[in-house]
T-cell receptor
Framework: KQEVTQIPAALSVPEGENLVLNCSFT??????LQWFRQDPGKGLTSLLL?????REQTSGRLNASLDKSSGRSTLYIAASQPGDSATYLC???????????FGGGTRLMVKP | EPEVTQTPSHQVTQMGQEVILRCVPI?????FYWYRQILGQKVEFLVS????????KSEIFDDQFSVERPDGSNFTLKIRSTKLEDSAMYFC??????????????FGQGTRLTVV
């Protein structure tokens, strides 16, 4: 059974810092991995989708990497801003299955 | 920009009552999903729906749950007899493609269900 873990569970950084969020998964047989942002009490906003054949995907200040064989992905946020404060979730889509399996999220606070 | 819309945003119901949560997926999407998130816990998959039938469901999705696409735009989740433990945020999601040509999943803003 696929398990997705995110470390750290919470992170507090000063504004302007570059940071890395980690996601690991136990079964490397995945089609893709998706990163989401969730604001308190709100829905999930898709940030980046990395297909299993890709190593990296970029959108603005965000860069996500994928190492499928080792079951790891990272989300790099450059020059963090207070508006980046939210919970970041990663989710994998397995080859055998039409659903996403989510990690528990990293709660990020960026202090001005 | 196209988005997944869910109604209502918040629903309070008494234990044992039936509730219907509604979703309008993105119009050219073919795959539809319901997920839930109990407060403080992970987002969990409930069911996927394609070509007017359930394609997969989790062990959470028991006989108390059902899904329907009653017309060309709406996608509903019905809980027949709600229990206290059904209290959660329910998310609808849609996707254009699955499998080898997998595309991004887009989520709605959620319906917060409170069972009292």
């Amino acid at each position: 059974k696929q398990e997705v873990t995110q470390i750290p569970a919470a992170l507090s950084v000063p504004e302007g810092e570059n940071l890395v969020l980690n996601c690991s998964f136990t079964d490397s047989a995945i089609y893709n991995l998706q990163w989401f942002r969730q604001d308190p009490g709100k829905g999930l906003t898709s940030l980046l989708l990395i297909q299993s054949s890709q190593r990296e995907q970029t959108s603005g200040r965000l860069n996500a990497s994928l190492d499928k064989s080792s079951g790891r992905s990272t989300l790099y946020i450059a020059a963090s801003q207070p508006g980046d404060s939210a919970t970041y979730l990663c989710a994998v889509n397995p080859n055998a299955g039409n659903m996403l399996t989510f990690g528990g999220g990293t709660r990020l606070m960026v202090k001005p | 920009e196209p988005e997944v819309t869910q109604t209502p945003s918040h629903q309070v119901t008494q234990m044992g009552q039936e509730v219907i949560l509604r979703c309008v997926p993105i119009s050219n999407h073919l795959y539809f999903y319901w997920y839930r998130q109990i407060l403080g816990q992970k987002v969990e998959f409930l069911v996927s729906f394609y070509n007017n039938e359930i394609s997969e469901k989790s062990e959470i999705f028991d006989d108390q749950f059902s899904v329907e696409r009653p017309d060309g735009s709406n996608f509903t989740l019905k809980i027949r007899s709600t229990k206290l433990e059904d209290s959660a945020m329910y998310f609808c999601a849609s996707k254009r493609e699955q499998g080898r040509w997998n595309t991004e999943a887009f989520f709605g803003q959620g319906t917060r269900l409170t069972v009292v």
